[in-house]
């Protein structure tokens, strides 16, 4: 039997060299804490002058994905950024980016995973919904269960992904810091059909 997966969503993928104490700087700044007991710093932190290089690299990751995609703008400009620190206990509820193209987390630490849910919802309209149970391989016990993909959190790696795909963070053992950060399209849109300038 073979096996066809159509309709990927792609997550990009960098790793920096970037030494620099970012945990300490984030500290020094005021937060707000949100429902969930999550800290936030921001959502302005792209216009500190303390985060410039972090910003720079960003923007060079977003350049990177403009360029390979030939996306039909003048590039792809960040909106907000803002700091998170995830006390033991907490973590973030599914939600998505409203008001954005592309979303992105910068880890500064390893910690809980970042989830990802499958956004095929026609999955489950339309037609029973039958659970899937765990199967036994070659390898060990396949889990089989839900549509959902997790990352375990690399200090130093920055994922962007699309800004509509739902994701949520399990919960926290740890102390977990991250950046994140929200971005527009900008410039000349579909050859001039659209015109958006980004602050």
């Not at 700091?83 to 987390?105: C, D, F």
């Not at 809980?112 to 199967?135: C, E, M, N």
Request: net charge negative; charged share 20%; glycine share 6%.
């Amino acid at each position: 039997m073979k096996t066809n997966s159509i309709y990927p969503v792609e997550i990009y993928e960098w790793s920096s060299d970037l030494n620099h104490d970012w945990i300490r700087v984030i500290n020094k700044l005021p937060t707000k804490e949100r429902e969930t007991g999550i800290l936030n710093a921001g959502p302005e932190l792209h216009h500190d002058e303390r985060f410039r290089p972090l910003v720079t690299w960003f923007e060079q990751c977003l350049y990177d994905i403009h360029q390979d995609k030939c996306f039909d703008c003048d590039g792809f400009k960040i909106t907000s950024m803002w700091a998170n620190r995830y006390r033991p206990g907490t973590r973030q509820e599914a939600h998505r980016h409203a008001n954005s193209y592309w979303s992105a987390v910068y880890f500064l630490t390893d910690g809980a995973p970042l989830v990802f849910y499958d956004p095929l919802q026609q999955r489950s309209l339309g037609q029973w919904d039958i659970h899937t149970l765990p199967k036994i391989t070659e390898t060990g016990i396949l889990e089989n269960g839900p549509q959902i993909v997790k990352y375990t959190p690399t200090p130093g790696t920055l994922l962007i992904f699309p800004s509509w795909l739902v994701h949520d963070t399990e919960m926290a053992e740890s102390d977990r810091y991250s950046i994140s950060f929200n971005a527009l399209p900008y410039g000349k849109i579909n050859q001039g059909i659209a015109n958006l300038d980004v602050i």
